[in-house]
């Protein structure tokens, strides 16, 4: 069963297929003609939501998509749903964690907690949708660890762990990740809808 990840983002498609294994995963490469869509939620169920039917629609395929980001307490839960575009431009990753340690530089250290929130969400081409969501939290560092992941993966680490999240393989990281967490109680859902046809 071929599903559309609603994303050009290869970190993305590459950590999905790993985590969705046997399902036909391809991304929004596949399909040039689909305009990207553009967020316009204030949370992530809304932009999950937004892009999976739009997408889905679009296609004429099952889609899923995610929402997520850095939530840090100090800043009342933010930069959250803008944590792609924080600093202004989208996926300026250098420039988010430049802002974002700027913006916490007087905090004391044990005051950094935070944690990654992802909402991930199945859209049928009927309209049908699901969500799901999972969460990571942590604290964040002010020194950049590890060659790893995208985003704020190099200031953060999880409760439990000395490593940040960069510093994690894929596989470790699949494992405790917000994105990981969602997509695999996603993963039921989708089997249930289009294998099962429930």
């Known amino acids: 069963m071929k599903i559309v990840l609603a994303t050009r983002n290869k970190g993305k498609i590459a950590e999905l297929r790993r985590i969705l294994d046997g399902f036909d995963i391809v991304g929004l490469e ?5 305009e990207d869509v553009v967020e316009t939620g204030v949370t992530f169920e809304e932009n999950a939501l937004l892009k999976a ?35 202004g431009r989208h996926g300026a ?42 969460t990571l939290p942590g604290s964040l560092i002010r020194e950049r660890r590890g060659a790893h992941g995208f985003g704020y993966d190099p200031i953060f680490v999880p409760d439990g762990d000395v490593r940040t999240t960069a510093e994690l393989s894929p596989g470790e990281k699949d494992a ?3 994105r990981g967490r969602a997509f695999r109680a996603l993963a039921p859902i989708v089997t249930e809808l289009l294998v099962t046809g429930a």
């Open 53 to 87: 039917v739009a997408v889905a629609k679009a296609a004429g395929l099952p889609a899923v998509a995610d929402d997520s980001g850095l939530c840090v307490d100090v800043l009342n839960g933010m930069p959250g749903v803008f944590s792609a575009r924080w600093s």
């Open 30 to 34: 596949e399909f040039p003609e689909i």
């Open 176 to 178: 405790i990740s917000h």
């Open 93 to 134: 990753d250098e420039a988010n964690i430049d802002l974002l340690l700027a913006q916490v530089g007087d905090v004391p250290d044990h005051l950094l907690t935070a944690y990654f929130a992802c909402c991930a969400a199945l859209a049928l081409p009927t309209g049908e949708t699901r969500v799901a969501v999972g």
